[in-house]
């Protein structure tokens, strides 16, 4: 499939409680091998490990302290901080009508919290603990953090069973991606990959047992929810699969960047990157159960990847990399596209980090963009900004989804505290 990679200030959250949530935040500068099964073409991709060479320039200052491309990164059993809220939400009962100012202001706050408590009790009642009942404790316990994700996305209350299954997709890719980064062997990894792409139970016995559970859970969630989405829109969870087994294959080739010690040119690893980074793929997932808002030719044009998409990824992945090199980043993680730009140029961090905050500025001007050049997509465009909106909110300063004290203060201000009326 083609990808054309072409990346103002954003376009402001249509949700109100998200626009006051972002504004807290700061301002953000800028084991036996297996024949893996056929895999998505991805012409974007470079799949041979062929390092690309530095071009030297004597104009260039040089800073050689940054990067250290030595030594492979090894497999290491991951050390996430554990969920900050347990069973917080599971037991907590918001304070009855009378005990808020007034009338109004208590209605709007209960309806809010409610809201999030009964679809979060669905989504435990149904998914339980995305780690202990999957038992990968070696993941992120991040479902309170994912669900505001999804919240970010829309918060109607219309879209109730698309922001639950979004929930779900993500809490899958975030298994996956810590499976694939932080703990599978390589030939661990081909056997995953070459299971998600044959979507069949008997595929299972290919797993070693520790993926099993994983893999019958991943199987059970997506033909759950596609006898709960109305028998016209069924298509729609086949979409979201096709576009889940494209992103296990991106998975796949970075860890093969990484086992093999590839070292890929800026070129290559943005191209990898803006997709890995899962938000392509959430672009096409949060479209499923919108109704009549869209059409099997919304999903066509979706998951072909269209520049919204790929530059909603690499907004992401920028902003992620930009956390990452100044806060440190997770065991397990392909090199940053700043360490790539600063070995293939031989620029300093600082020199690095303009170049990639002008790219930036060039997908935010492709996501205005997209308002006026995808008319009969508008509903997806407007859902797929709103996601891109939401990462300054979990990139803006460290990767607030893995280190997730830092939005403690954000989930409280939204499902815990009062609102200021």
Not at 122 to 130: A, D, L, T
Not at 323 to 349: L, N, P, Q, W
Request: some cysteine; aromatic content about 12%; hydrophobic content about 40%.
């Amino acid at each position: 499939m083609a990808v054309s990679l072409t990346p103002t200030p954003p376009i402001l959250f249509s949700n109100p409680f998200f626009s006051s949530a972002i504004a807290t935040r700061g301002n953000y500068s800028s084991r036996l091998p297996l024949q893996a099964s056929p895999r998505p073409c991805f012409p974007h991709v470079q799949a041979s490990p062929v390092a690309a060479k530095a071009t030297p320039s004597s104009s260039i200052e040089q800073e050689t302290t940054d990067v250290d491309y030595d030594d492979v990164a090894p497999k290491m059993l991951s050390s996430y901080g554990p969920s900050l809220w347990g069973d917080y939400f599971l037991n907590y009962e918001p304070k009855p009508l009378q005990a808020y100012t007034t009338p109004t202001a208590g209605a709007d706050e209960l309806g809010c919290r409610d809201g999030f408590l009964h679809e979060y009790s669905q989504i435990i009642e149904q998914y339980y603990s995305p780690l202990g009942h999957v038992g990968l404790n070696y993941a992120r316990d991040r479902l309170v953090e994912g669900y505001i994700w999804c919240y970010a996305i829309y918060h109607e209350k219309d879209f109730a069973l698309s922001r639950i299954f979004l929930t779900k997709q993500l809490m899958l890719i975030s298994l996956m991606d810590d499976t694939y980064d932080s703990h599978a062997t390589i030939e661990e990894c081909r056997l995953l990959n070459a299971a998600i792409q044959r979507w069949d139970e008997s595929a299972t016995s290919l797993l070693p047992n520790y993926l099993q559970r994983f893999y019958i859970e991943l199987l059970r969630i997506f033909n759950e929810h596609k006898r709960e989405v109305a028998i016209r829109d069924t298509y729609h969870v086949a979409y979201a699969r096709k576009v889940f087994q494209d992103l296990s294959a991106y998975y796949l080739q970075e860890a093969e960047w990484l086992h093999q010690n590839h070292k890929p040119s800026f070129k290559d690893q943005m191209s990898l990157s803006a997709m890995s980074i899962g938000s392509p793929t959430l672009c096409i997932g949060l479209m499923v159960g919108m109704g009549d808002l869209v059409t099997r030719e919304s999903f066509e044009w979706a998951a072909g990847y269209p520049n919204v998409t790929i530059s909603c990824g690499k907004i992401a992945c920028l902003m992620d990399d930009i956390a990452a090199f100044k806060g440190g980043k997770a065991k397990g993680d392909i090199t940053t596209s700043i360490e790539c730009y600063m070995v293939e140029h031989r620029v300093t961090s600082a020199v690095a980090i303009s170049k990639i905050l002008s790219l930036l500025e060039d997908d935010w001007k492709t996501l205005n963009q997209a308002l006026f050049q995808h008319h009969a997509q508008l509903p997806m465009v407007r859902r797929i900004i709103n996601f891109a909106n939401s990462m300054p909110l979990f990139y803006a300063e460290k990767d607030a989804y893995t280190f997730n004290i830092h939005l403690k203060d954000t989930v409280e201000s939204l499902f815990v505290e009062t609102i200021p009326m």
